[in-house]
């Protein structure tokens, strides 16, 4: 039975901190997230990579924690919302996304963040287009869409 | 008190819990955890209709790390029976099973993998059952029925009216009618009619429903639930168990969306039965297909004949509506009852015969979904509107705009006159799309209109407290699900009391804590609970100001309430020294109350509505002619608010309303086929992404001050969705000249329609 297999440790950047995990083989990132480090701010929805609700990222790409094994983050480094602000001091991003009104049930919210700013890293400079197609993984049912993309376009001419 | 300019309403501040939330920090249901607690899952039927012969949990049972298993049968100790309408509906299948996913057994066990592993050794004897899964088929002469028997009615006073047809699957019906529509139809020089289609669609709130129960040592119980009515979630538990509602306590922490899934009970009943037989709290939480098989907006098909004179003049409206409500009734009669009644739209007609069904189904109930039945009839008639327009030569805003009611005109006999101004929504919405001017040949422009009534009679209180530092706490039970409530509550307590925003605190709903609302539904919040905040504020106000009058030794009307302090020509008292000469020490409140309950009245739905949603939206379409492809390239909405209290979260509010409107016009639709859903899930149901949102999409507001809200506040937030259907279908007719009447507009069905369109001259 899957969970007696025996446990992997396994080594862990978390947000800026070493962690040593003993984890089941078949753990998904995201119940090690949530459960075992108690960092909630990842979100389970779909459960199959569409809703983008539990991003994060693993060495600063954006992946769906809920289809990602635990084990596969061995020795990487995992950025959850957690650990987006410096202290009291918030990300561009999560600055941009409060003052523009891009949060509304705040379920979307860590995972549009995180994606954002995975694709921030990759592309500084992105156009309207470039954002609409890095949210094609990244669902939100509150917002019309356009004050998300307009924070993330706002926390882009920020940060330059 | 002279009247000063508002401070804080009408200000687009940010949401008062934003902070919360771009931090990860806020706290969903499935977020909190209890020593102990175990962990649910639900065996649901595989079949759409089926009598459940025997369901054999004994090996279950006997699994380790199981604490209860619990199939219809062992209900013996409880009331199983729970439902707003009708109580038909038990937390676990008795004897049938009416839907595929009806639940039929439940595992409580010490984690998920347990609880999963403990369902599959679960053994269920079912008889498969003929089964109705369309309106024709259950309405068809001799079909198998979905319910046998009168079920008893549900616990609201207003729904005591819906009666079910006995033998057949009709389990409500509504008839209204004024002047002779009929006698009017014959006469009119002009008469449109079609059938027009509305599919099932899904919330798709990004957290799916989930609840935590846990019963006290005193037999006591709370729930932590995703619901948008902790009180209705109450009363059906109090029922339930036997237990009186002061023994139930409901705390609603962040919703991740709701749209009308998380109204009236859904997973709550389960979830406390469970956790009663586990004897130790249990977590339910559903997955997004599970949300798919808990509720729906309701199908429908709508038959409409509409008749104008030569001139353009509206005479008579005639409606035969059939809703799809699904196994249960939940809110659906109430959906087919309150939407039919506005079927005339924001139209002034003398003539008019309205019918309308709610039929059980075998497929997934049809419950309370943002516009409650509304957008169903919408798109009949602002469809119909169109085809009326081509047929007099009339422009369609023109002839709209001939036949609004106007401002103060009576809706219905002693309902509430209507409050707004429709010709001003319509006015700014052609003038934002560009009506009066020629659109690019490969675009096509589209308008509707829409009217909505909320919930009456309904009733709402509150509690303002003032403490000794000048900071303030709103007690009210309008649960914040997105929509902006508690920053809009928030705002309006610290306009009266002229405090800083982040002075107030809006406590989260509680039932043992904060006091009654009837709903978050409806649009009513703002306008309701917001009211109540107001009448408490207001309260507090009276209270501080006598108080400060009493030891200033001046009249109150020479004082003023400033940024935190009473003011008098020559003098200044902060609250909090306003408080202490009160109590003679740091210490003590002052408590105001605002109770909101207008009562039954003599309109036609037993109650006044407290004001009309009224909402214009205009759409600019292209169409690809080699696939079908429909694209909304720009859209406006324009919604007669009264005030914006909020513009920043109103706006959120009305373009998420059109984003979603768009989804079940061009996107969604849930599937059966031999009595299975075939796309529930979000790999194969297909909601509005980032780009599928018009690339301009504008969202304006009219106000006017006219609403009996807060500072004239009307209610907002469904108004967005109703008209989009239209607009786009609206749109496209003028575009390619092929007129749908079937939603979702894909790209099939439009490709098929015009493929078959003679050539155009």
Redesign the interface.
């Known amino acids: 039975m899957t969970d007696r297999a025996p446990l992997v440790t396994i080594h862990v950047v978390v947000n800026g901190s070493s962690r040593e995990l003993e984890v089941a083989p078949h753990a998904l990132l995201l119940d090690v997230l949530r459960d075992s480090l108690d960092l909630k701010g990842a979100k389970r929805s779909c459960d199959t990579q569409v809703c983008g609700a539990c991003t994060v990222l693993v060495d600063g790409l954006a992946v769906s924690a809920c289809t990602y094994l635990a084990v596969e983050a061995d020795g990487r480094s995992v950025l959850t919302v957690e650990g987006l602000a410096d202290g009291e001091s918030l990300d561009p991003l999560q600055r941009a996304f409060l003052d523009a009104g891009a949060v509304q049930c705040g379920f979307c919210t860590s995972g549009m963040l995180l994606t954002a700013r995975a694709m921030l890293a990759e592309n500084a400079k992105p156009t309207r287009a470039d954002v609409l197609h890095y949210l094609r993984g990244s669902l939100c049912r509150c917002t019309g869409y356009r004050k998300i993309v307009d924070a993330i376009l706002g926390a882009a001419e920020t940060a330059r | 008190m002279s009247a000063r300019p508002l401070r804080v309403v009408g200000q ?1 501040v ?2 008062v ?12 249901v ?2 909190l955890t209890l020593p102990g607690m175990a962990h649910a899952r639900v065996l649901r039927s595989p079949y759409a209709h089926a009598r459940v012969n025997r369901v054999d949990v004994s090996r279950a049972r006997a699994l380790p790390g199981v604490f209860a298993v619990l199939a219809g049968a062992d209900l013996t100790w409880c009331d199983p029976y729970y439902g707003p309408a009708y109580r038909d509906r038990p937390v676990l299948a008795i004897d049938v099973a009416r839907y595929e996913g009806d639940p039929v057994a439940a595992v409580a066990a010490v984690d998920e ?2 609880a999963e592993r403990a369902l599959e050794l679960i053994d269920v004897d079912y008889e498969p059952l003929a089964a109705v899964m369309t309106l024709e088929e259950a309405l068809a002469p001799g079909a198998p029925l979905v319910h046998v028997g009168q079920p008893p009615a549900g616990h609201f006073a207003d729904l005591s009216t819906l009666r079910p047809r006995p033998g057949t699957n009709i389990c409500h019906q509504f008839h209204f009618a004024r002047g002779d529509a009929s006698a009017a139809l014959a006469g009119a020089d002009v008469v449109v009619q079609d059938a027009y289609r509305f599919p099932s669609v899904q ?6 429903h989930a609840v935590l129960a846990a019963w006290d040592e005193a037999g006591a119980l709370t729930l932590w639930a995703s619901t948008q009515n902790p009180y209705s979630v109450r009363m059906e538990l109090a029922k339930m168990f036997d237990v009186p509602l002061a023994r139930i306590r409901v705390v609603v922490p ?6 009308g899934s998380k109204t009236y009970a859904k997973l709550e009943p389960l979830a406390a039965t469970l956790a009663r037989a586990a004897g130790r709290p249990v977590r339910v939480a559903a ?2 297909p599970e949300a798919f098989q808990t509720v729906r907006r309701c199908a429908s098909r709508v038959e409409m004949r509409v008749g104008f004179r030569r001139d353009g003049t509206l005479v008579a409206v005639e409606c035969d509506a059939d809703y799809d409500v699904g196994a249960y009734a939940d809110i659906g009669p109430r959906v087919v009852q309150k939407g039919t009644y506005t079927a005339t739209g924001p139209y002034r007609v003398s003539h008019v015969r309205l019918e309308a069904r709610a039929v059980y189904t075998n497929t997934t109930p049809g419950g309370a979904f943002r516009g409650f039945g509304v957008p169903q009839l919408a798109w009949a008639l602002e469809s119909l509107f169109d085809v009326a327009a081509d047929r007099l030569k009339r422009d369609p805003v023109d002839l709209r705009r001939q036949n609004f009611l106007a401002h103060g005109e009576e809706f219905a006999p002693g309902d509430t006159p209507i409050d707004g101004k429709l010709e001003e929504s319509l006015g700014r919405a052609a003038e934002a799309i560009g009506w009066t001017q020629t659109a690019a040949a490969d675009r096509g422009r589209g308008v509707a209109a829409m009217l909505k009534a909320s919930v009456a009679p309904s009733v709402s209180e509150a509690i303002v407290r003032l403490h000794a530092d000048g900071s303030v706490t709103v007690l009210a039970s309008a649960v914040e ?4 409530t508690r920053t809009v509550l928030a705002q309006i307590a610290a306009e009266v009391l002229s405090v800083a925003l982040d002075r107030v605190t809006v406590v989260q709903p509680d039932t043992a804590v904060t006091p009654y609302d009837q709903t978050t539904s409806s649009s009513r919040s703002t306008a309701m609970t917001g009211r109540a905040v107001q009448v408490a504020a207001e309260d507090v106000r009276e209270q501080l100001l006598a108080v400060a009058a009493q030891s200033l030794g001046l009249p109150t009307r020479d004082l003023a309430l400033v940024d935190g302090a009473v003011v008098a020509p020559s003098r200044r008292l902060t609250y909090a020294e306003a408080l202490t000469l009160r109590f003679g020490m740091s210490g003590g409140e002052l408590i105001g109350r605002g109770v909101i309950a207008p009562g039954r009245t003599t309109a036609p739905l037993g109650g006044s509505t407290p004001f009309w949603e009224m909402a214009v939206g205009a759409a600019e379409v292209s169409v690809d002619e080699e696939t079908g492809a429909v694209r909304v390239e720009r859209y406006v909405s324009v919604a007669d608010v009264g005030r914006a209290i909020n513009p ?2 109103l ?3 009305d ?6 409107g768009l989804g079940h016009t061009l996107l969604e639709e849930m599937l059966y086929a031999d009595g299975h859903l075939l796309n529930g ?3 194969v149901y297909r ?5 599928d ?1 018009p690339p301009e ?1 504008e969202c304006r507001f009219v106000e006017n001050a006219d609403g009996s809200g807060p500072f004239g506040a009307k209610g907002a937030g469904e108004g967005s969705l109703i008209p989009v259907s239209p607009a786009v279908a609206n749109a496209l007719a003028r575009l390619t000249g092929v007129r749908l009447r079937e939603l979702p507009l894909t790209p099939e069905r439009v490709w098929r329609a015009l493929r078959a369109r003679s050539p155009r001259t």
Do not use: N, W
Request: no cysteine; net charge negative; charged share 20%.
């Open positions: 687009p940010p949401r819990d934003a902070l919360e939330k771009v931090t990860g920090r806020a706290r969903y499935t977020d993998a347990t919330h798709v709130a990004l957290e799916p962040h919703l991740g969306g709701g749209f997955s997004i699900m997105g929509q902006g920043l979260t706006e959120g509010q373009e998420g309303g059109v984003v979603q899930t979000l790999l909601v509005p992404r980032a780009d949102a999409l």
